[in-house]
């Protein structure tokens, strides 16, 4: 038997999905909910490694093996054993060769930037806070250039070794509610940091340090895109598998 | 000179807003970071006391005595020295005998409440969970029939001696979007717990535990009304001095 399970997590306190030694991790805390939930060991593969501090409104797992608990149960029978910062919000059969990771279709990364003059402590560790005003349509204009199958070198932070940086981007929508901007980007895969340099290099380009995207594509220069804002605006909240 | 100050926090880690010697308490915190940039003791007059882990998107103090900051600096000089879960938006001079508490004309919270099947990591400590559906007309009914000028044993829990338990209801509305309810409160007063005890026999009524609130508020029981809710879900929203 193969299990999916669709998770969602508040990351402020983990050090991403991989388990680590020293760390705690949302991999690692809910493959010890489920252990002892089921009994037995468990290998759990998540659909992205996902950074420190990043959160989720979606991520997706599975694991293989006896479920000796029915999937419509299982949900709280494990949420009664995470922190309140993570839950299972759903567990279903799979057919056996489905991976998380490997069957992943397609992801969406959403990035929050408030732009209040004053820090807002309700937002606090859920949005970067960006004191000025954003040029939306200045910004639109350059996340259209940014869709499409591109070479996305230039907003990749080298590191993991890819076979290739050329991805597809298949929408890249930004949202203005009462001083919540939104920046949700969505792709058949993500480089290293690209999610939160494709963000940072619309600020940039709000802030009119950055302005010709085709010729930035081309270049393939990191340093002439924007920065990897902070991990803690960052959601993922999306996956698909077909 | 009189200052008023308008904060916004997320309440989670303080024991309120009134000082206490063995915890860390809104106006003590405040009152530190003001007193450090102002270089003289201060005394910081609150507009409510706000039970522990109740939050607020405004809240309004005052203090007098010399500024020596600038008012439109005050507030950066002063957010630079509070921790990142409490930020002072404003600071204006108001006249002499201004005074946050004695002063204020109309109050208003929040109560916010989610209704998914799962709890939510995402609302953790920001919502009450509430995981079945809510009757949002029959709450409104009730709602309705709570607003106006009455008196609010009902709902009040004892303990501070007050000369009147009648307070005017103004408005008591309900927002429901995204399986997210709130309930707006305003008033020229609150009753200690009121906010809470409100919210909480609004869910009563939803549950078919209480229907007759005219006949509720005659009784002036505060058995037959429904429980207080936890702080969590609580914000204050509004004060008004005018």
Redesign the interface.
């Known amino acids: 038997m193969n299990t999916m399970l669709t998770l ?3 990351g402020t306190h983990y050090h991403g999905w991989q388990p680590q030694k020293e760390f705690a991790t949302v991999c690692g805390t809910v493959k010890a909910a489920l252990e002892k939930t089921l009994g037995r060991t468990v290998t759990l593969h998540g659909c992205g490694r996902t950074d420190a501090g990043v ?1 989720a ?1 979606v991520y997706a797992a599975n694991f293989r093996g006896e479920c000796s608990i029915p999937h419509e149960r299982l ?1 709280f029978a494990i ?1 009664s054993r995470l922190p ?6 759903s567990a279903k059969p799979v057919p056996d060769d489905f991976h998380a990771i490997n069957s992943c279709m397609r992801k969406q990364y959403t990035y929050r930037v408030y732009t209040s003059r ?5 937002r ?3 949005a970067l806070h960006w004191p000025r005003p954003l040029d939306i349509g200045r910004m639109r204009g350059a996340a259209r250039d940014f869709t499409g199958t591109h070479d996305f070198a230039c907003v990749r932070t080298m590191g993991t070794p890819v076979k290739s940086t050329v991805r597809t981007l298949y929408a890249f929508d930004i949202e203005e509610t009462g001083g919540l901007v939104e920046f949700t980007m969505r792709a058949n895969g993500f480089l290293y940091n690209m999610a939160r340099a494709l963000a940072g290099t619309l600020l940039w380009v709000s802030e009119g340090k950055v302005a010709d995207i085709p010729a930035l594509i081309a270049s393939g220069d990191r340093a002439a895109a924007g920065p990897v804002l902070p991990a803690h605006g960052l959601y993922m909240t999306g996956v698909w598998y077909a």
Chains 1, 2 share one sequence.
């Open positions: 969602r997590f508040d959160h409104e949900p949420n309140r910062d993570i839950a299972v919000l004053m820090r807002d402590p309700l606090e560790g859920r």
